[in-house]
C-alpha cells in the first residue's frame, strides 16, 4: 500500500492499531507538536494560520507565484533551534534587504509538517531532527540535505518519575513509554531497547506530542517517556523525573537543514546566505548564552534559566554534510524501514548534498 500524501499516512495510522511491522510511513507523526515545540503548561502550542493553511494546494500555488515575484525566501522553524536565534536577531532579513529580498518565517509544530508544507512548495527551507528527512523522502519531498548541526546526544533521554521502581531500560518490557512516532526519540529508543537486549514489541509505545506526553507522564498513565530538550529538560527540573539513559554513545541526535530542490537549484547565492547566517548565529549563542536564552525566551515561552541550560549542553557548529553523515542518516532510515514504519527503502545519498 502506498500513500500519496503525509496525510493519508496520518490518517492510516488513526484508524489501524500500531504494530511495528504492519504500520507503514507515518508522517513521522512528530505529531502535531515539534522537535522543539512548547514545553510546559505555560508554553503555547499553537501554530499560526500560516503554517495551518501551508498544506492547501491553492494557498501553495498561490505563495509560489509570489515568492518568485516578490523574491522571497520562506523559511520554516520550530519552536526551538539555531533558526530560531537567526529569527530573533534578524541578521539574515539586513544582509538580504539590498538585494531586494525578503524574509518569511512559518512556525510548524514539527518537523514533519514542515517537510509537508517543503513538499507542497510552501517554504524554501527549514530544519528537523534525524528522522522526519527520512520519511519525507519516502514520501517524494524534493528534499536536499544541505547542512547539519553538531551532534547533540545528551539533549535526548528516557525519563521516568522520581519514585518509579524502574531502574534501567531492561526494566521497559511490557511497560508504556511514550514517544513522538518517527521522531529521533523514536530511533534512539529503538537503540536503547537493542542495547539493553530488550525487542521493540515487547514495550507499548504511546505516540504523543511532547505537551500530551508531558501530562499522561505526570499523571502516570505511562511509565517512563523518550523526549527531547527543552521538554527534557523543563521536565526533568518540574518533576524531579529521573534519566533512565540518555543518547549519549548511542545515537548523534543531529539537527538538519534542509532546502526545497528548486531553491537550491535557482537560488543557489541566496542558499549559501541563509547558510552563512545560520552559522554566525550559532556561534554568537555559543558564546553569548545567556543574552540568547534571553532572546528567546518570549519566542518559546520558556523561562530563560531553563533555555540557558539547554544552550549550555548545546554542542555549536554548523557543518557540511559529510559522507560519514550519510551513512548514519541510511541507517536510521534502514531502521524504520526493518520496523515496517517506512513503506520503500530510500537511499539518503540521492537527496544529500555532500561536500
Known amino acids: 500500500m502506498v ?5 493519508e499516512v496520518t490518517i492510516f495510522h488513526q484508524h489501524k492499531k500500531f504494530h511495528p511491522v504492519r504500520s507503514l510511513a507515518v508522517l ?3 505529531s502535531i507538536s515539534v522537535a522543539f515545540s512548547g514545553c510546559s503548561a505555560s508554553t503555547s502550542t499553537s501554530t499560526p494560520p500560516s503554517s495551518t493553511t501551508a498544506t492547501n494546494a491553492a494557498t ?7 515568492n518568485v515575484e516578490s523574491k522571497v525566501i520562506r523559511i520554516g522553524y520550530q519552536k526551538f533551534g539555531t533558526l530560531n536565534i537567526l529569527k530573533a536577531k534578524g541578521n539574515l532579513e539586513e544582509r538580504l534587504k539590498g538585494q531586494g529580498v525578503s524574509v518569511q518565517w512559518t512556525q510548524f509544530p514539527a518537523g514533519p509538517q514542515l517537510l509537508e508544507a517543503l513538499n507542497a512548495g510552501s517554504i524554501d527551507f527549514g530544519h528537523t531532527g534525524e528522522a522526519p528527512p527520512v520519511f519525507a523522502q519516502a514520501a517524494g519531498a524534493p528534499l536536499v540535505y544541505v547542512a547539519n548541526q553538531t551532534p547533540n546526544p545528551k539533549a535526548e533521554a528516557i525519563l521516568v518519575q522520581k519514585n518509579s521502581p524502574i531502574q534501567s531500560v531492561k526494566d521497559l518490557k511490557g511497560k508504556k513509554v511514550a514517544l513522538n512516532k518517527g521522531s529521533n526519540v523514536h530511533f534512539f529508543l529503538v537503540q536503547a531497547l537493542k542495547e539493553a537486549g530488550v525487542n521493540y514489541e515487547d514495550i507499548q509505545p504511546v505516540f504523543l506530542p511532547p505537551a500530551d506526553a508531558r501530562a499522561a507522564f505526570e499523571q502516570g498513565t505511562v511509565d517512563a517517556w523518550a523526549i527531547w530538550d527543552p521538554f527534557f529538560t523543563a521536565a526533568k527540573r518540574a518533576t524531579e523525573a529521573r534519566v533512565i539513559r540518555d543518547g549519549e554513545g548511542l545515537v548523534a541526535n543531529r539537527e538538519f537543514y534542509l532546502a526545497a530542490k528548486p531553491f537550491t537549484e535557482k537560488h543557489p547565492e541566496q542558499l549559501k546566505a541563509v547558510i552563512e547566517e545560520v552559522e554566525k548565529a550559532d556561534a554568537w549563542a555559543k558564546t553569548n548564552v545567556k543574552d540568547a536564552a ?3 525566551s518570549p519566542q518559546l515561552g520558556i523561562e530563560v534559566p531553563i533555555l540557558e541550560e539547554v544552550l549550555e549542553r548545546r554542542p555549536s557548529g554548523v557543518q557540511a554534510i559529510k559522507p560519514d553523515v550519510v551513512t548514519y542518516q541510511q541507517q536510521v532510515a534502514d531502521t524504520f524501514l526493518q520496523l515496517g514504519l517506512l513503506p520503500k527503502p530510500v537511499k539518503v545519498q540521492e537527496v544529500a548534498k555532500v561536500q
Do not use: E, G, M, R
Open 3 to 7: 500513500f500519496a500524501s503525509f496525510k
Open 28 to 30: 513521522c507523526a512528530i
Open 60 to 66: 501553495t500555488q498561490n505563495a509560489t507565484t509570489q
Open 294 to 296: 534571553t532572546q528567546l
